[in-house]
Structure formats: C-alpha cells, structure tokens
T-cell receptor, first 113, second 112 residues
Framework: EAQVTQNPRYLITVTGKKLTVTCSQNMNHEYMSWYRQDPGLGLRQIYYSMNVEVTDKGDVPEGYKVSRKEKRNFPLILESPSPNQTSLYFC????????????FGPGTRLTVL | DAKTTQPNSMESNEEEPVHLPCNHSTISGTDYIHWYRQLPSQGPEYVIHGLTSNVNNRMASLAIAEDRKSSTLILHRATLRDAAVYYCILRGFNTGGFKTIFGAGTRLFVKA
C-alpha cells in the first residue's frame, strides 16, 4: 500500500531535549516536505526536499533541521525543542512540486513542556 | 506573498451540490491551485488541482476564474463523508523559493 509513515505519532518531551521525528515514504517520490499545524495559523511549511541531499527552507524553518540521505526518508530534527514548537506535524511526499499531488502522513502530535 | 481567503464554515444538505469559494487575488502566474481536505485526526487528503483551466475528477470539480484571482471547489452531491475542513492552497516558485501557502480552511457541515 502506498503510504507515508511518521514516528512517533505522539510525543511529550521537555525543553532542550533533542528529538527526531521520522518520515518514510514507499512511493519512490523525489519531493518531501514537513509542515506544522497550529490552531488559528493553519498549516505552514517548515522545510522541503527536492531530492537526496537537496533541502530548502519553507516559511517557518527556525528551530528545525532536516536531512535527506536516502530518497525514502526525511527526518525532522529539533536540536533544542522549546514550548513554542508544540504542534501537530505532518510529513508529505510527491512526484513533483507545484503541479503534483502530495501524500500526507498521519501526523505527529508533539508537546514540549 | 500570496495568500488565500476562505469562509470559516459552510453548511450543506446531503445529496445537494456544494460550492466552496476561495479568493487568491495575489496569485502569481506560475502558482498552481490545489484543494485538500482534512478529516479529524488525519492528514490532509488530495481533492483536486489546476493551473488555468477548469478541472474535473471523480471527487470534485474545480472552477478557476479567468483572471485566476479566485476559484471554486464543487462537490456535486455532498455526502456525510464529505464533512471535513477543505483547504485552498497555492503552490509555486517565487523570488523567495518554492512556497506552499495554505488557506485557513472551510469547515463543511453536511446535514442528513
């Protein structure tokens, strides 16, 4: 089954403790993205990747890192999480950028205390 | 930067057509217009997208204004399963790089 998976689905952590949210897709898509969803602010793009070793900033990249060492994986790294990074995070993948369908993962709900 | 504006909520009766509007007056020439929907506790799901011409697929139709400053998602016969938040999205390259701009979404209520 074609899908995007994220782990963990739920995470509660404390300020400053490094964490990684994994994202994997089995559709051989070149493009992958990370979004965060917050009440009243909607979904905003954090980072995107156009291929292995090619990543670029979205609208809200501060406090986040990403890497794309393999085509299928696109982890989101929070080196020193802060409470304002408490949010619902979605990973997505697609064959192209502007004119192609994105497939979203189920989401990761992160709480930073 | 481009942005999209949608009504907060709309209501429809089951089996009737629904027209969900979106204003994107600052759209650039290369931006694609996408619509996704989100059910509770799920990730957004693709509905339809287009560039300049109207589009139809098995889920919906997309009507794009001639000047591209607005679009309308049309669900031809709403069902209870169509109750969701519908997002109008612009995706394209600009001077700042590639952007994906989500609207705030329209919550669609479907009455039986």
């Amino acid at each position: 089954e074609a899908q995007v998976t994220q782990n963990p689905r739920y995470l509660i952590t404390v300020t400053g403790k490094k964490l990684t949210v994994t994202c994997s897709q089995n559709m051989n898509h070149e493009y992958m993205s990370w979004y965060r969803q917050d009440p009243g602010l909607g979904l905003r793009q954090i980072y995107y990747s156009m291929n292995v070793e090619v990543t670029d900033k979205g609208d809200v990249p501060e406090g986040y890192k990403v890497s794309r060492k393999e085509k299928r994986n696109f982890p989101l790294i929070l080196e020193s999480p802060s409470p304002n990074q408490t949010s619902l995070y979605f990973c997505a993948s697609s064959t192209g950028l502007a004119g192609d369908t994105q497939y979203f993962g189920p989401g990761t709900r992160l709480t930073v205390l | 930067d481009a942005k999209t504006t949608q009504p907060n909520s709309m209501e429809s009766n089951e089996e009737e057509p629904v027209h969900l509007p979106c204003n994107h007056s600052t759209i650039s020439g290369t931006d694609y217009i996408h619509w996704y929907r989100q059910l509770p506790s799920q990730g957004p799901e693709y509905v339809i997208h287009g560039l300049t011409s109207n589009v139809n697929n098995r889920m919906a139709s997309l009507a794009i204004a001639e000047d591209r400053k607005s679009s309308t998602l049309i669900l031809h016969r709403a069902t209870l399963r169509d109750a969701a938040v519908y997002y109008c999205i612009l995706r394209g390259f600009n001077t700042g790089g590639f952007k994906t701009i989500f609207g705030a979404g329209t919550r669609l209520f479907v009455k039986a």
